[in-house]
């Protein structure tokens, strides 16, 4: 009895922090269905297992975006995934915050992709992965851009607005220049929080920022560093996300944000232990699969290699077979890789007359 009684008054307390407590608690979640009809589903949102990182592929009504992609040594997975899912241009790439597990494999996916736009938060701290990025995106001619808080961009039918930051803002960790993203298509809504940590959870709650959401990608891999009790009421999901790497060296995700959601009674989906989940939306309900269980899915779409198939020298214009002796000579940073044969005739690259790819 004593413990109910601590529980109801800390869910006063909480409550008592977040403006007016204006949310319904309990009261706004859309039922998680596993029986939507293909032809209804107007979002889904791929978090493709890149081990200990953030992916996540946006795609409505045959549009796409991609919020980052994990560590470069992650690459051929992102690219492979996309591939395999019917991607051939991208809207938006956004690069949440410029830390290798989410930035990493960016710079090829420019490269393998044509891409409209490429946004990144505005901050000092840039890193050398970073600037790679930055270096495909001249390469490639995309457009970079710093969003505002508040922006919206039209994705298909959906629409992605930037919660944080803003381009004011001035933080000691770079985790909290993350682009915080609300995705919306009819009633119901993702909210992707990069690494963002307490701070600018407590900067979303004090602005009493629209953050209520169906999905919660838990910030920073599940890390204690936020996701808190009072900002996980306030979102007041149906079910979370958590993007982490098996047996990682961080211990993510951390034992109090699993606390924290449990108390909620929220279900929880985690990369490391399903792989890749998939979440689909009709505008009113949503499905939470894994990729595994997403087979009907994957069926109906191409079927392409798992590793590139060429690899092109950005100097010579030329492509090759991916065991051409001439690929030992091409240096790291001038290689491009391709999937197909298709892909490289496109952007311009002639086939090497020795391994004739």
Same mark, same amino acid.
């Given at each position: 009895m004593k413990k109910l009684i601590a529980f109801l008054v800390l869910i006063i307390i909480?409550?008592?922090?977040?403006?007016?407590?204006?949310?319904?608690?309990?009261?706004?979640?859309?039922?998680?269905?596993?029986?939507?009809?293909?032809?209804?589903?107007?979002?889904?949102?791929?978090?493709?297992?890149?081990?200990?990182?953030?992916?996540?592929?946006?795609?409505?009504?045959?549009?796409?975006?991609?919020v980052d992609a994990g560590e470069y040594s992650e690459k051929d997975t992102v690219v492979s995934y996309l591939c395999s899912m019917g991607v051939d241009s991208i809207d938006y790439v956004i690069s949440t915050h410029p830390h290798s597990d989410?930035?990493?494999?960016? !710079?090829?996916?420019?490269?393998?992709?044509?891409?409209?736009?490429?946004?990144?938060?505005?901050?000092?701290?840039?890193?050398?992965?970073?600037?790679?990025?930055?270096?495909?995106a001249d390469e490639r001619g995309v457009q970079v851009h710093s969003p505002d808080k508040g922006d919206t961009y039209t994705?298909?039918?959906?629409?992605?607005?930037?919660? !944080?930051?803003?381009?004011?803002?001035?933080?000691?960790?770079?985790?909290?220049?993350?682009?915080?993203?609300?995705?919306?298509?009819?009633?119901?809504?993702?909210?992707?929080?990069?690494?963002?940590?307490?701070v600018v959870e407590d900067e979303l709650l004090r602005e009493g920022a629209d953050i209520k959401a169906d999905v919660l990608k838990c910030g920073h891999h599940g890390s204690s560093t936020g996701n808190t009790l009072p900002f996980i009421m306030a979102v007041n999901p149906a079910a979370a996300i958590i993007t982490c790497g098996?047996?990682?060296?961080?211990?993510?995700?951390?034992k109090e944000t699993l606390e924290?959601?449990?108390?909620?009674?929220?279900?929880?989906?985690?990369?490391?232990?399903?792989?890749?989940?998939?979440?689909?939306?009709?505008?009113?309900?949503?499905?939470?699969q894994s990729a595994a269980e997403s087979e009907s899915l994957l069926e109906t779409l191409p079927s392409l290699p !798992?590793?590139?198939?060429?690899?092109?020298?950005?100097?010579?214009?030329?492509?090759?077979?991916?065991?051409?002796?001439s690929t030992e000579n091409i240096k790291t940073k001038n290689q491009i890789e391709f999937f197909t044969r298709e892909k490289a005739v496109e952007y311009g690259y002639s086939p090497c007359k020795a391994c004739n790819p």
């Open positions: 909480l409550c008592s922090t977040i403006t007016a407590c204006d949310f319904p608690l309990f009261g706004n979640r859309h039922i998680i269905k596993s029986d939507l009809l293909a032809d209804e589903i107007g979002l889904r949102a791929h978090f493709i297992d890149v081990g200990q990182g953030d992916c996540i592929l946006l795609e409505s009504e045959g549009r796409f975006a991609l989410h930035c990493g494999s960016l !710079s090829e996916v420019i490269r393998n992709f044509d891409c409209d736009m490429l946004m990144t938060p505005e901050t000092n701290n840039d890193s050398q992965v970073f600037d790679y990025v930055l270096d495909a994705l298909g039918s959906s629409s992605i607005t930037i919660l !944080s930051p803003d381009k004011n803002s001035v933080y000691s960790s770079l985790n909290d220049y993350s682009l915080v993203c609300k995705v919306q298509y009819g009633n119901t809504s993702l909210l992707l929080t990069g690494d963002a940590e307490k098996k047996d990682n060296d961080y211990g993510h995700p951390h924290n959601l449990g108390i909620l009674d929220i279900p929880i989906w985690r990369t490391d232990e399903s792989s890749t989940i998939i979440i689909m939306s009709d505008g009113e309900n949503i499905s939470i !798992s590793t590139p198939l060429y690899i092109g020298n950005r100097n010579t214009k030329v492509f090759h077979n991916i065991d051409c002796t």
